[in-house]
């Protein structure tokens, strides 16, 4: 099926034909969907700390912090373009209507003068029509307001990364998204006077986020004295994955190459790896506010790095006490206690194990990375939550999932997926050290099963693309986890050009 020219081709993108060969085999076999037994929630699952529990935790990461010997990184995807955010204003740019006829288009126009990157477009539309925005409207040539807003010739804004485009108003001047994840930065995941900010970002616009981080950086350090370190990676070749024809033979270009497609974001586990860090924040490009609206986020990242590094300082003295040999068997119950209630991993046979069957079993479960998620209650936004789920090895945990993950011809679990009390919002606190300070190998940790197959077309030929297991998802299966309800107000994506006129970006 692999002719010598697809293998040099394979060989060049990093990639083995025995990966090719297997990943050909999973669009014949499908993934199998996930065994459940509940969809988390308070007190099944999610933590809902109190007024005391909260400042004990933000008290706990700013011990953490002050020590200064723990490199802390934040982490933000950061690669996606901002297309799909300008959807409707394509619509309308290449539609046969001349005026804004949708409530989408209506709404944009009304008030266009609200959005952070009004003035710019302002004076991309003086440049390039000789007249401004509130002229162009008046003339009815509302074409020309969104053309300069999405096209190259103005702010190229449908092309951009999220990361760059201008979200929020500032008296000195708009800010970028980018810019935001800087100021969360030096809020709370600075460290000796130093935050380390790492962007996953996508080749043709990695220039352009340097050159951004390059003109902003010095005025942020010393509005908050502290030093940035900025990084990039983008998502390797090597995770790229094949895609195939709908009777699962390889995809081939008009050229006869074989068609790879980015694997999505479950990709970016090998960049994480990558990162030398003890804990790492993680959080999407689009998620910001302005200063005002800081407080919460701030509040809520420190509450989620204290119980992490608390959860994390018992575990490894769990972890010594089992290497030490000398434990009592009420010393192994009480670690069974902590590996159950608090990481919430159970085994329904674990009563019938030896206590050298339970040493072994309890050391595998301490020792491998963890997490602590925020979690918000649902308000129907499209995406995962948080479920007991079913692992290899028999033993039920906390996992985010994906709709696509789920058996949709099971009643009662898309009765948990439907009736679920709340959502994932990616906000994670990820601890990547083991007890001895070495770095997992979090490919390790990934479930391979756990990957899904869309559908997708190319030059208008069908196609079936392969996502790998999902970053928060099967990509952390065999991590532990903990749920944390967060507030609403720490949850506030911008999928849309028109979400910039909420009241939380404004």
Known sequence: MLSQEDLKQIAAKGITAAQVEKQLGQFKQGFPFLKLEAAASIGCGIEAPSSDELVKYVDAWNDYKATGDKKIVKFVPASGAASRMFKDMFAFLNGDHDQP???????????????????????????????????????GNYKAVAANMLESKGLNYGQLPKGLLLFHKYPEAPRTPLEEHLVEGALYAASAGEAHIHFTVSSEHRELFKAKVEGKCAAYSEKYGIKYDVTFSEQKPSTDTIAANPDNTPFRNDDGTLLFRPGGHGALIENLNDIDADIVFIK??????????KDDTVTYKQLLAGMLVTLQKKAFGYLNLLDSGEYTHEQLEEIIRFVQRDLCCRKSDIKQLEDAELVIYLRKKLNRPMRVCGVVKNVGEPGGGPFLTYNQDGTVSLQILESSQIDKSNEEYMRMFTEGTHFNPVDLVCAIKDYKGNAFNLPDYVDPTTGFISSKSKNGRELKALELPGLWNGAMSDWNTVFVEVPLTTFNPVKTVNDLLRDQHQ
């Open 101 to 139: 006829s949708t409530d989408f288009e209506k709404k944009y126009f009304e008030n266009i003068d609200k959005f952070a990157f009004y003035s710019e477009l302002n004076d991309t539309c003086v440049k390039n029509e000789g007249k401004d925005i509130k002229t162009l409207i008046s003339e």
């Open 284 to 293: 999407n490009i689009d998620n910001v506010v302005p200063d005002r609206l």
